[in-house]
């Protein structure tokens, strides 16, 4: 009789365990905002620094992936909140090479807005210029 009773202590523990776990879950699928994501994931979207071409401009290449198809926006702003470009889209995949000309450039701010959906990436610009003289001596032999 005992061990019946010590059986059924534990069998009732264990169920207990079983619903708060699942309770538990269910809150959380519940809580507003788990639905829905606040930011792109860094799946969806990536942007690489790709250098100063020829012409000294800033290139960026962009991708984003869409897989719905839904209209996306992206706007770039520079250090002082200007736009500086801004297009709504609806690729799949997005791909862009972004050149920017980087006078009086500090800091670039990419903004991509999905729905409900924003993700923000800044990038901090530091030019330097360097002048290059090249020097060649030779040794007089007479």
Known sequence: MKTQSVR???????LGVILSVA????????????????????????I???????DQLLSFNVKYNNPTGQKFSITVYDGNNEILYRESY?????KKE????????SKLTF?????????????????????????????NEK
């Open 98 to 105: 972004f050149r920017l000309a980087k006078n009086d450039i």
């Open 48 to 54: 690489r620094y790709a250098g100063v071409d020829a």
């Open 23 to 46: 309770v538990t879950f269910g809150a959380n699928a519940a809580t507003p905002g788990n639905d829905s994501v606040d930011s792109v994931s860094s799946k969806q979207l990536n």
């Open 111 to 139: 903004l991509v807005q999905a729905g409900k959906q924003i993700s923000k990436e800044e990038f901090d610009v530091n030019i330097s210029t360097r002048e290059i003289i090249d020097v060649v001596a030779s040794r």
């Open 90 to 94: 609806s690729d799949k995949v997005f």
């Open 8 to 14: 059924a202590v534990v069998r009732m523990i264990i």
